[in-house]
């Protein structure tokens, strides 16, 4: 699973609408869909993520403050 910051409203597969900025925990292939259709950035965030800048993820398990 991967954590990513929605650059647009999405409704998930469960119904669920997402607005745009919030975070969700995606799976491999929705997330492939996700940057295909422009929902989300190439950068992801979250644990293990390699996102940069401010949204970069300082939790737990961070490597950075």
């Known amino acids: 699973m ?4 929605l650059e647009s409203d ?3 597969g469960n119904g669920v609408s997402h ?3 919030e975070s969700v925990d995606v799976d491999a292939a929705t997330l492939a869909t996700l940057q295909a ?3 989300v950035s190439e950068q992801s965030h979250g644990p293990g993520g390699e996102g940069k800048g401010p949204d970069k993820w300082a ?3 961070s ?3």
């Open 2 to 5: 991967v954590y990513v910051k």
């Open 10 to 12: 999405w409704t998930d």
């Open 19 to 21: 607005s745009a900025g």
């Open 37 to 39: 259709e422009g929902i």
């Open 59 to 61: 939790g737990p398990g």
């Open 63 to 65: 490597s950075g403050a």
